[in-house]
C-alpha cells in the first residue's frame, strides 16, 4: 500500500509535472477504454438521478451544451487518464510483508468490511484494544452499509449525502475501504455517477502544508493526470473529494473565523481550501469523504456532516473469510481458523483487520516452516513471534552469515532504539512522531529504511508511526524489560517515579542506595499500580506484555533480545501471587480486569478455571470468590454473548472490593442492583458508560443507600441518561442525600430524554421545595402519563404536636411564600407520565425517628410540594392520575384547599384520594364538598379517617353523598 501511496506523493509528482513525456506513459490506454469513458461520461451526463447533485443537472448540460466535439473528447480522456491512474495506484497493496513493488492484488485480499451507519460512544477516550474487546459484539440494532453505498440514500427520512465522516480505530480498514471505493470506481464496477475520484491522503497534504495552492492547482499536484483540468470542468463535474486519514494532518481547521473562498483558483492555504470545500462555499455540489481515527473526528462540526458511519472492523464470518482469501491452501487457512477461535482473545483482536494481518504472518510462519513450536495462545507470544518473523525476513532479504533467527548486535540496537521511542511516546499518549523524534532516540530515517525488513512494516511513511498501537506497546513493553535485565536504574526509576521513596509505601526498600535495582516481583507489581493508576487505561496493554516477558518462554522467541532473567519458578510464582492479591481499592474496575489478563499472559489459567466451574456451578452466593477472582467473573459476565438478567452485588460471596470490582459487569445485564455501596467516580464512569453504549442493555438501575453519591456523580448519570443509546426505565435512588443540585441534573436529563425512564424513586432524600420544583420541570412533557403519585406513609404519631407548633412565626411566612411560588408553578406545568411511580417524600425508618426540629420543618416543605405536584397532575389535560395518596402528611385545610382547586378541574379524572391523617378539620370537608359537588362524576374512594373532622364535617359531606350524581362508594 505504502509503495503505491509512493506514486502519489509530491516528489514523484514533481518529477512527473517537471517531466511531460512521462505523463504520455501514464496517459496510456486502449482503445476499448475510451469507449467506455465516452460512455460513462455520456451517461452521465443526460441521466443523472434528478436531485443526486445540483451540478450535474445544470451544470453538465450547460457546459454539456457549449462544449465543441474536440473539447469534449479532451475531457473524456481525461476521465479516463485519471481512471486508469487511479486503478494503477490502487488494485495493489503492500501490506509491510512483500519486497517493494510485489504488491498483493487489493481485490483478491479485500474482505468486506462491518461499517455501520452513527458511531458508538467512548471510542475516542478508551484505549482502542480494551474498546474492542466491549465493541466484539455486533448490535443488532445497528445499520449496516456497504462501503460502495456511503453516498447512496438509503431510506426516505434521508436527504442528499454530501459530507461523509468514517470514523475507526487504527488498522480497522479505513483507508482499505478509500482504496476499495476508488478501486470499483476506477474499473467502472460503481459509482459511475461520480466523474472523478480524488482521494488526497492527509498525511500527504502535511508535505505542502505552508504553500500557497488553489484547489486547481492541488489537484495538479496530487493528481498529475489531471494536469489539463480547467477550472470551468470542476465547477460542471460531479466531483468527490476523498481525504483519507485527517488524524494524520498536522493543519488545524477552523471552520469559524476563516477566509471564504468560492473560486477553484483563488489561492489560499491547504486547511483553508479543505474548510471550504467541507461546508460547501467551494464546490458546493462536490461530495466529501474524511476518514479518521475517532479521536481526531472532533475537527469537523456536525453541522457540516450528512453522515457518519464507523468502520468496525470484522465480524466472525468475515475474519474466516479474510484467512480463506489469504491463503490458498485450504487446509492452513482452515488451521489457522480453528487455533484463532481456540484462543479468546486472538479471536476477539481479529476484529481488526490489521491483527488478523500480523496473526496470518505469525501462523503462517509457524504452521508452514516451524512445525515444532507451539502455536501462540497469549497476546505476548503472537508479538513475540511477529518480531521474531520481522527479523528473519530482513535477514532472507539482506543476507548475512548467522541462523536468520539470531541477532546481531546492530539488529538488537536497533529493536532496542525502536523500542524506546516506542516507551516515551507511549508514556506521552503519543501515537504520532517526526524525524526529529528519531535522531532523539538516535534513530536515523535512512537506517530506518535500510532495515526495510523490520521497519518498513512497522513504519508507516512521512509522518512515522507504529502500524498499529499494540506494535508500540509490546516494543515499548521490550525495550523497558529490556532495562530491567540491565538494571538500568535511571530509566527504571523514572518510569516508576510516581511512587518513589516513600518509606512507609509498599514498595519501600525497593529503591534502596544498597540495591538500586528491584526484584522481577517488585518491579512488575510497581509497573502494575502505575498502569492501574492510569486514567484511560494507556499503559494496560504494555504492562500486560511487561509480564508476559517475564517468562523465560517468551524471552526465548525473541533470540536474545532480551537478557535472561530471574524468572525462576519461585519469582514467577511469587509474581502470580502478587496479581492474585494486589489491592486495587479506589481503582477503576475496567483497570482492575487487567490484572487478570496480566495472569493470563502469564500463563496461569487458574483463576480462569476456577470462574468457569464457578459460573456452571448452581450454588454461587455460598462460594468464597476473592479479589482477582472478581475481576475475572466481571471480564466474562461483560464478554458474554448472554445478557445478564440481574447483576446484583449483594448475592455475591465476597470483600466490598470485590463487588465494587463486578461493577464492570454492569455493561452486559438489564438490572443492576449496586445499593448501599461506598462507590467513586471511577465507578459511576463505567456504570455511565453502560448506559451510553451501543447497544446498551441497561433498563434497571437501584443506587438506593448510595451515600457517596456526590452532585458530580449525578451530573455524570444525568448526562448519560440524555445519551441516545440510554434506554433506561427504571432509576431508584433512594436515601441518597440528594441536593437541590442533583435534583437539577436529574430534571434537565428528564426534560431532555423523557421518552424511556418510566420510574424514577427518590425516596428518603428529605428533598426540599427548589428541588421538587426543579424536578416538576418534566412534568411538562406531554408525552408525561403519571399514574401514581404517592408519598409513602409515616406513622401520624412521628408528625402530629409540638413540632409545627414550635415553628416560628417567620418560617410559617416562609412557608406561605414558597406555597405561592409553587402554586405558580402548578399552573405552569401541565403532564403527566406513564406508568411513573413517583415518590419524593421522606420514610419513616425506625432507625432514624425525625426528632429535631428541621427534619419536621422539611417534611412541612415536602408537604406543600406534594401539593402542588397533585395539582399539576390533576389539572393537566392529559391527567392520567388516577390514585393519589398523600395520608400521614401535615396538609392542613389550608393545603386540602389548594388541592380542591385541582378536583374541579374537567380535566381531573381521580377515582382515588387517601387522606388519611392529615391535621385536617371540618373546613376542608366543606372544600370537598364544593370540589365533589363541581366534579363530582369520577371519584369512587374518599379517606378521611384519622382527622378531626367533628360532626359538622361529617355532615357538610353527608350532604354531598345524598347528590344523585355522586359516584362516591367507599367513605373513611
Ligand atoms: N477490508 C480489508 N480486507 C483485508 N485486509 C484489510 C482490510 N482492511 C484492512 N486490512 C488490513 O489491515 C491493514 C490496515 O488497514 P488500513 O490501513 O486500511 O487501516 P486504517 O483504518 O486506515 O488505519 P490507520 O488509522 O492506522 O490509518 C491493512 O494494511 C490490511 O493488512
Known sequence: MDEDRAESTVPSCVSLKSDHSKQGLIYFRSSEEIERGEHILSN????????????????????????????????????????????????????????????????????????????????????????????????IQDT?????????????????????????????????????????????????????????????????????????????????????????DLTVWKLLFIFDGLDESRFSLDFNNHQVISDVTQVSSVDVLLVNLIQGNLL??????????????????????????EVRGFTDSQKEEYFRRRFSDEDLSKRIISHIKASRSLHIMCLIPVFCWITAIVLEDMMTRDQRGELPKTLTDLYSHFLRVQ??????????????????????????????????????????????????????????????????????????????????????????????????????????????????????????????VTSLDGFLRRALMKSLKSKNGHLDLFVRFLHGLSLESNQRILGGLLDQTDSHPETIQKVLNNLKEVNSDKISPDRSINIFHCLMEMKDQSVHQEIQEFLKSGKKSQRRLSEIHCSALAYLLQMSEEVLDELNLQQYNTSEEGRRRLISAVRNCRKAVLSGRVLSKSHWKVVASAMTSNPSHLRELDLSNNQSLTDADVELLSSAMMHPNCRLETLRLRHCSLSEISCGSLASALRSNPSHLRVLELRGNQLKDPAVKLLCGFLQDPLCKLETLSQKPKPASLLKGQQVEQKPPAEKVLSQRKWWRTMKLAKLHLSSRDGLSWSCGTRYRPEEPPTNKLFSWEERALNLSSVCLSLVALKSNLSHLRV?????????????????????????????????????????????????????????????????????????????????????????
Open 284 to 309: 458546493p455540489s462536490a461530495l466529501i469523504w474524511i476518514t479518521s481515527r475517532p479521536a481526531a473526528a472532533y475537527q469537523i462540526p456536525p453541522s457540516c456532516v450528512d453522515r457518519i458511519t
Open 144 to 232: 449496516p452499509i456497504k462501503c460502495q453505498d456511503i453516498f447512496k440514500v438509503l431510506s426516505e427520512q434521508q436527504r442528499h449525502i454530501r459530507v461523509v465522516l468514517t470514523n475507526g480505530v487504527a488498522g480497522v480498514g479505513k483507508t482499505f475501504s478509500v482504496q476499495k471505493f476508488s478501486l470499483d470506481w476506477a474499473e467502472g464496477l460503481e459509482n459511475q455517477d461520480i466523474s472523478l475520484v480524488l482521494p488526497l491522503s492527509c498525511r500527504e497534504l502535511n508535505l505542502i502544508r505552508d504553500e500557497q495552492h488553489s484547489l486547481l492547482s492541488l489537484l495538479h499536484v496530487f493528481h498529475p493526470t489531471l494536469q489539463k483540468i480547467r477550472a470551468e
Open 391 to 516: 527479523m528473519k525476513r530482513k535477514k532472507q532479504k539482506y543476507g548475512g552469515k548467522q541462523r536468520p533467527e539470531e541477532l546481531t548486535e546492530a539488529d538488537k540496537e536497533l529493536l532496542l532504539k525502536l523500542g524506546r521511542l516506542a516507551f516515551e511516546h507511549l508514556e506521552k499518549g503519543n501515537i504520532m512522531f517526526y524525524s526529529e523524534d528519531l535522531e532523539r532516540c538516535g534513530l536515523d530515517v535512512s537506517e530506518v529504511s535500510v532495515y526495510s525488513g523490520v521497519c518498513t512494516e512497522i513504519f508507516k511513511r512521512e509522518i512515522y508511526c507504529f502500524v498499529h498501537l499494540s506494535i508500540q506497546e509490546f516494543l515499548a513493553a521490550v525495550y523497558m524489560f529490556h532495562r530491567y535485565t540491565r538494571k538500568d536504574t535511571a530509566v527504571i526509576s523514572q518510569f516508576l517515579k510516581y511512587s518513589k521513596p516513600n518509606p512507609f509505601s509498599e514498595f519501600a526498600g525497593l529503591f534502596t542506595n544498597n540495591d538500586p
Open 884 to 972: 393519589l395518596d398523600l395520608s400521614y402528611n401535615m396538609l392542613e385545610d389550608s393545603g386540602v384547599k389548594r388541592l380542591c382547586s385541582g378536583l374541579e378541574s374537567p380535566n381531573c379524572k381521580l377515582e382515588r384520594l387517601r387522606l388519611k391523617d392529615c391535621s385536617l378539620s371540618e373546613i376542608s370537608c366543606d372544600s370537598l364538598a364544593s370540589a365533589l359537588r363541581s366534579n363530582p362524576s369520577h371519584l369512587r374512594e374518599l379517606d378521611l379517617s384519622q382527622n378531626q373532622l367533628k360532626d359538622s364535617g361529617v355532615k357538610l359531606l353527608c350532604g354531598v353523598l345524598l347528590d344523585p350524581v355522586c359516584k362516591l362508594e367507599t367513605l373513611r
Open 44 to 139: 452521465w451526463d443526460q441521466s443523472a438521478p434528478p436531485g443526486e447533485s445540483s451540478c450535474s443537472q445544470a451544470g453538465s448540460r450547460s457546459g454539456d451544451a457549449e462544449m465543441k466535439p474536440k473539447q469534449r473528447s479532451d475531457l473524456q480522456e481525461l476521465i479516463e487518464g485519471h481512471k486508469m491512474s487511479l486503478k494503477r495506484r490502487c488494485e495493489h497493496v503492500t501490506e509491510g510483508t512483500h519486497e517493494a513493488g510485489s504488491g498483493t492484488l487489493l481485490n483478491k485480499i479485500y474482505t468486506e468490511l462491518y461499517i455501520i451507519e452513527g458511531q458508538s460512544e467512548e471510542v475516542d477516550t478508551q484505549h482502542e484494544v480494551r474498546q474492542l474487546e466491549r465493541t466484539s459484539k455486533k448490535n
